[in-house]
C-alpha cells in the first residue's frame, strides 16, 4: 500500500462526485490543502460546515491514488480492496444533482488485494484521488452493470398499508409466507411510520423524531437521531424492508468523519453524530437553483453541550440487527464498515485514569439527555457499551490490524460483566450486606471495596424491593450508590446477559412484583423513584422539564415497550410482555402517540410531551411482530458466553492482588 497505484477510466457516464469540507478525515488519513475553487472556500458556515454536497463531473478524464507514506494506509486495514458505490441523483429546480454513499467492498475471505476481482460483480466502481494527497475533492466514479437492485428490493418490500402484513417474508428466513390481520392501530401506525420517512436526493434515510403537524415549534424533533430511529429501524426490518436501514447506516457512517468541533476543540475521531437533518441549500453560481445536504448534529447544537456517548453503541448495535435480520452480511464486512466500529471502540477502549471497567461518562450522555445525576457510570451506558463489544466481537474480521483490537474487547467484556454483577446488583440479601458493611476499610481484601456508607440506602428502598427479585443500581462511584431503578439499562442487561441467568430473572420478577410502581397505566418508567423536594433542586438544578414523575424524572416511555417485550421473550416470559402491549395499545392510538406520560402511574399526556413521536409509534409496532414471531427475537439477544467467564487479566502475582476467580465468574452465572 506505500507504493503509488493508479486507475484510469475514461469516457463514462454519468460521473459524480462527493465535496466533503473538513479540516481532517477519517476516510484517508490524510489533510487535504485549501482547495483552489473559490466557491468551495468561500461556504456559509452555517450551511455548510458539515454539509455533503454532490454535483456532475465531466466524462474523459482518469485519476490516480498515492499513498506516499506507509503509516497513512487507506483504512488501515490490510487485505482490503476497493469496490463499489452507489449513487442515486434527484432533481431541485430543474437541476441534478448526486446521493453518494460509498461502497468500499472487503474480500477478507479470500485476502484479496486485487482490484480486477471485483469487475465482474453487479456494480464496479473505481475510486482514487485526483492529484495524490493535496487534493480536494474526493472523485467516485461508478459503472452500472446491473440496475436490477432497485427491482429487487421493491419484490423484497411488504406493504403495512392495506389488511394484512406478510411478517415472514425476511431474507435469510426461507419459510412459506404467512399473513395475518393486522388492527386497525397497526393500520394507522405503519401508515403514521412512513409519513416520518426522511428522503435525501430521492432515497429513504431515517424517521424524524415526532411528526406532529400541529407542533409550530419542532425544535430538534424534525432530525433524525440515531437512537430514535432504532425501534423504526427494527420495524422495517422485521417487516422485510432493509433498504432504509442500509441507507441510515452508510450515510451516518460517512457522518462520522466530518469535523465536529466546540469551542475550538475536536472530541474523539469516532464519535457518532447525536442526530441530522436533511437541509435544502441554496446552490452557489445558479440562478434559484437548490441542493440537499446533510447537517449533523454532534452535540455542538445541544442543551449543555453534551456529546452523545451512545449513538455510536446504537449504530453498532443495529448494524449487527441489519445483518442477522436480512441474511446481508457484506455490508458489515466492507472496509469502511470495518473501520467506522473500530474508531468507535478505540475511543471507548482509550486508556485514561480510570479504575474501573466501565464507562466514564458526563451526564446527559444518553437518552437520558439532561441534568438527572447519572454522571460517572451509569447503568444504561454500561448495558449498550457491553452490547456493543458483543456486536463487535461477532463482526469484526480477525487479522494483524485487529488481533489487539479483539484482545482488549474479549477483556474488557470479561472484566465489566464481573464488575457489574458483582458490584451492581441488589436483592433483599446484598441490602442487608450493604447495611452492615464496614467503613474506612484499607485493603486489597476489603469488603467494602467502594466505602459505601451504610445510610446511603434509601427508606424508600427498604420497604419496596421484594423477597424474590433484584435488580442492576443505577450508578456506582466511590462512596456513592444511585439505588434508583432504571429501566432501559436492566432491560439491556437482560437482552445482552450482562446480568447473570438469576439476576435477570429477578430483573422480571421485580417489574412484575412492583407492575404498579414501573408500569400502571402507560409502560414503562424511565426510573424509578423520581427525584422530589430538595433532592429535585439540587440534583436537575430545579429543571422546569424535569419536575418530578414527568419526563426523564419519573416519567412513563412508551418506546421502552420493544425492549422489555425483548427481554420478556428471552426469559421465557412473553405473556408479561403482552400484557404491558395490550395496556399500550388501549391508549397510545387515542392520546395521539405521545412521547411520555406523566404522573407516579402514568394518567396524563406529558405536559412537554410531543405527539405522534415517532419511536413510541415503531417501539408499538416491534413489539407486536415480536409477540407474533417470537423466534425472531433471538435474532436480537444474546445468551450467555461462558468462553468469556475463562477471560482473566488480573493475575498479578507478587503485587499481592489476587488473581479474579474464574470459579466466582462461573458460580455467578450458573446461581
Not at 404467512?178 to 403514521?192: D, M, N, Q, T
Not at 435474532?635 to 489476587?658: A, N, P, Q, T
Request: neutral net charge; aromatic residues 10%.
Amino acid at each position: 500500500m506505500s507504493t503509488s497505484s493508479s486507475i484510469g477510466i475514461s469516457t463514462m457516464k454519468p460521473c459524480c462526485r462527493i465535496l466533503i469540507r473538513y479540516r481532517s478525515s477519517s476516510i484517508f488519513r490524510v489533510s487535504p490543502q485549501k482547495s483552489n475553487n473559490p466557491s468551495l472556500n468561500n461556504l456559509s458556515k452555517s450551511h455548510f460546515k458539515h454539509a455533503l454536497r454532490s454535483g456532475c463531473n465531466k466524462p474523459g478524464f482518469s485519476g490516480r491514488r498515492r499513498l506516499v507514506d506507509p503509516s497513512r494506509r487507506a483504512f488501515c486495514i490490510s487485505d482490503s480492496s476497493w469496490g463499489q458505490s452507489r449513487v442515486g441523483s434527484c432533481r431541485v429546480n430543474g437541476r441534478r444533482g448526486f446521493l453518494l454513499i460509498p461502497r468500499v467492498a472487503s474480500d477478507f475471505r479470500n485476502h484479496s488485494s486485487s482490484v480486477e476481482a471485483h469487475v465482474n460483480q453487479k456494480s464496479f466502481e473505481s475510486i482514487y484521488i485526483q492529484g495524490g494527497l493535496n487534493v480536494k475533492p474526493l472523485v467516485i466514479e461508478r459503472i452500472d452493470t446491473d440496475r436490477g437492485d432497485a427491482k429487487e428490493e421493491e419484490r423484497d418490500r411488504i406493504e403495512a398499508d392495506g389488511s394484512t402484513v406478510n411478517i415472514d417474508s425476511l431474507k435469510g428466513l426461507q419459510e412459506k409466507t404467512v399473513e395475518r390481520e393486522v388492527s386497525g392501530i397497526e393500520k394507522e401506525a405503519w401508515k403514521l411510520l412512513r409519513n416520518a420517512v426522511v428522503n435525501y436526493c430521492g432515497n429513504p434515510v431515517g424517521t424524524v423524531a415526532a411528526n406532529d403537524l400541529a407542533d409550530k415549534q419542532a425544535l430538534n424533533y424534525d432530525q433524525v437521531f440515531i437512537r430514535d430511529f432504532v425501534p423504526s429501524a427494527l420495524a422495517f426490518l422485521l417487516n422485510g424492508e432493509g433498504k432504509i436501514v442500509k441507507n441510515f447506516l452508510l450515510h451516518t457512517l460517512q457522518l462520522q468523519s466530518w469535523e465536529k468541533t466546540v469551542d475550538c476543540y475536536s472530541p474523539g475521531q469516532g464519535l457518532m453524530p447525536a442526530s441530522f437533518k436533511v437541509r435544502s441549500v441554496p446552490l452557489e453560481g445558479s440562478d434559484g437553483a437548490f441542493e440537499e445536504v446533510l447537517d449533523p448534529d454532534f452535540g455542538e447544537s445541544a442543551i449543555g453541550r453534551v456529546a452523545p456517548v451512545d449513538s455510536g453503541l446504537w449504530w453498532i448495535i443495529l448494524l449487527r440487527a441489519y445483518g442477522k435480520i436480512t441474511g446481508d452480511y457484506s455490508l458489515q464486512e466492507r472496509v469502511d464498515v470495518q473501520t467506522g466500529i473500530r474508531l468507535i471502540l478505540n475511543l471507548c477502549l482509550t486508556d485514561g485514569f480510570d479504575m474501573f471497567p466501565t464507562l466514564l461518562v458526563t451526564d446527559g450522555s444518553c437518552m437520558i439527555d439532561r441534568r438527572m445525576g447519572i454522571h460517572g457510570h451509569p447503568l444504561e451506558i454500561q448495558g449498550l457499551f457491553y452490547s456493543a463489544l458483543r456486536c463487535s466481537r461477532e463482526m469484526l474480521i480477525v487479522n494483524d490490524g485487529t488481533k489487539k483490537l479483539v484482545a482488549a474487547i474479549n477483556n474488557r467484556l470479561s472484566a465489566l460483566s464481573f464488575h457489574v454483577r458483582e458490584y451492581y446488583w441488589v436483592d433483599m440479601k446484598k441490602l442487608n450486606e450493604i447495611y452492615r458493611y464496614n467503613t474506612e476499610e484499607y485493603s486489597t481484601e476489603a469488603i467494602n471495596k467502594f466505602n459505601i456508607y451504610p445510610d446511603q440506602i434509601p427508606s424508600w428502598l427498604v420497604d419496596w424491593i421484594p423477597e424474590t427479585g433484584g435488580y442492576l443500581i443505577g450508578n456506582l462511584q466511590p462512596a456513592h450508590m444511585d439505588f434508583r431503578f432504571f429501566t432501559l439499562g436492566n432491560l439491556w442487561a437482560i437482552i445482552s446477559s450482562l446480568g447473570t441467568q438469576k439476576q435477570n430473572q429477578g430483573i422480571l420478577n421485580l417489574i412484575e412484583a412492583k407492575w404498579d410502581d414501573l408500569v400502571a397505566h402507560m409502560p414503562l418508567k424511565i426510573c424509578y423513584p423520581a427525584l422530589e423536594s430538595e433532592e429535585w433542586r439540587i440534583i436537575t438544578g430545579s429543571d422546569p422539564k424535569n419536575t418530578p414523575w414527568s419526563y426523564h424524572n419519573g416519567g412513563s416511555w412508551p418506546t421502552l415497550l420493544w425492549q422489555f417485550t425483548l427481554a420478556c421473550i428471552k426469559m421465557g416470559k412473553p405473556g408479561l410482555a403482552k400484557k404491558a402491549v395490550d395496556l399500550a395499545e388501549k391508549r397510545l392510538s387515542a392520546d395521539d402517540w405521545p412521547e411520555y406520560y406523566d404522573t407516579r402511574s402514568g394518567r396524563f399526556i406529558g405536559k412537554q410531551s410531543r405527539l405522534f413521536q415517532t419511536w413510541t409509534i415503531a417501539g408499538f409496532l416491534t413489539s407486536k411482530m415480536l409477540l407474533e414471531k417470537p423466534e425472531l427475537a433471538s435474532m436480537l439477544f444474546w445468551e450467555e458466553d461462558y468462553e468469556l467467564l475463562e477471560i482473566c487479566v488480573c493475575s498479578l502475582g507478587k503485587s499481592g492482588r489476587k488473581k479474579c476467580s474464574q470459579r466466582a465468574a462461573r458460580s455467578q452465572s450458573s446461581a
